[in-house]
C-alpha cells in the first residue's frame, strides 16, 4: 500500500501570499489530520477532517483552512503568509476516526515564507 | 498547559549502548492512548507503537522495548544494543477519548538520539 503522499514537498513564499498544500491519505483512510512543526513551538495540531467534515480544530488563526473531498484527499491554505508560517506542515492519515486509530504521517511539505 | 513531558533533549550513545526515553503525560480521561514515533532527518514521523490506557503489559518487538505505569503517568521506550540508523528524534504522544480530541496527537517536545559508530 502506498503511504501517506503530499505536495509539493518543499514551497518558498513572500509575505502576505497564500498557499495551498495538498494531502492524499493511505487507501482506505478516511480520516486526515495537519499537523505543524516549527523549532520553537514543536508539533501542533491544526485540524482534521473525516469524511469531508473538519471535527477537530486546534487553536490557530482563521488564515489557516482544510477540507477534504469525497476521495478523503485534503488540502490546507494559509492565506495571507506571515514569517512565523515558515514549517514543516505534516499531514497524517488514519483508517478510523477516534483516539484509538493510529495515524500514518507523510513527508511533510517545507513551507519558507521570505 | 503541556500534556506530554520529555524532559530529555538529547541522549548521546555510543553503538551497542542501550538507551531510555522518558515520557511523563498528563490527563484526567480515563480512556486515552499513548504513541511513540521516530523522525528521522528525512522528516518524516514514523509509528512505532500505540498502548490504550487498560493495557499496562510491557511490551517487547525486537530491539524496541515500552514500559507503561499509570500509578506514574509514564510511558519509557528503550532501544537495546543502539545501532547507528536508531539516531532520530523520537516523540511521545497522546491522544484522549473525548470529542474535542478526535484526531488531535498531543506531542512531547521529543528527544533527539544521537548513536555514534
Known amino acids: 500500500k502506498a503511504g501517506v503522499t503530499q505536495t509539493p514537498r518543499y514551497l518558498i513564499k513572500t509575505r502576505g501570499q497564500q498557499v495551498t498544500l495538498s494531502c492524499s491519505p493511505i487507501?482506505?483512510?478516511?480520516?486526515v489530520s495537519w499537523y505543524q512543526q516549527t523549532p520553537g513551538q514543536g508539533l501542533q495540531f491544526l485540524f482534521e477532517?473525516?469524511?469531508?467534515?473538519?471535527?477537530n480544530k486546534g487553536n490557530f488563526p482563521g488564515r489557516f483552512s482544510g477540507r477534504q473531498f469525497s476521495n478523503s484527499r485534503s488540502e490546507m491554505n494559509v492565506s495571507t503568509l506571515e514569517l512565523g508560517d515558515s514549517a514543516l506542515y505534516l499531514c497524517?492519515?488514519?483508517?478510523?476516526?477516534?483516539?484509538?486509530?493510529?495515524?500514518?504521517f507523510g513527508p511533510g511539505t517545507r513551507l519558507t515564507v521570505t | 498547559a503541556q500534556k506530554v513531558t520529555q524532559a530529555q533533549t538529547e541522549i548521546s550513545v555510543v553503538e551497542k549502548e542501550d538507551v531510555t526515553l522518558d515520557c511523563v503525560y498528563e490527563?484526567?480521561?480515563?480512556?486515552?492512548?499513548l504513541f511513540w514515533y521516530k523522525q528521522p532527518p528525512s522528516g518524516e514521523l514514523v509509528f512505532l507503537i500505540r498502548?490504550?490506557?487498560?493495557?499496562?503489559q510491557n511490551e517487547i518487538s525486537g530491539r524496541y522495548s515500552w514500559n507503561f505505569q499509570k500509578s506514574t503517568s509514564s510511558f519509557n521506550f528503550t532501544i537495546t544494543a543502539s545501532q547507528v540508523v536508531d539516531s532520530a528524534v523520537y516523540f511521545c504522544?497522546?491522544?484522549?477519548?473525548?470529542?474535542?480530541?478526535?484526531?488531535?496527537?498531543?506531542f512531547g517536545a521529543g528527544t533527539q538520539v544521537v548513536v555514534t559508530p
Open positions: 504522544a497522546l491522544s484522549e477519548e473525548t470529542t474535542d480530541s478526535w484526531g488531535k496527537l498531543q
Open positions: 497524517a492519515s488514519s483508517h478510523g476516526q477516534g483516539a484509538a486509530y493510529e495515524q500514518y
Open positions: 490527563t484526567r480521561d480515563t480512556t486515552y492512548y
Open positions: 498502548r490504550n490506557s487498560f493495557d499496562e
Open positions: 477532517y473525516f469524511s469531508e467534515t473538519q471535527r
Open positions: 487507501s482506505g483512510h478516511r480520516s
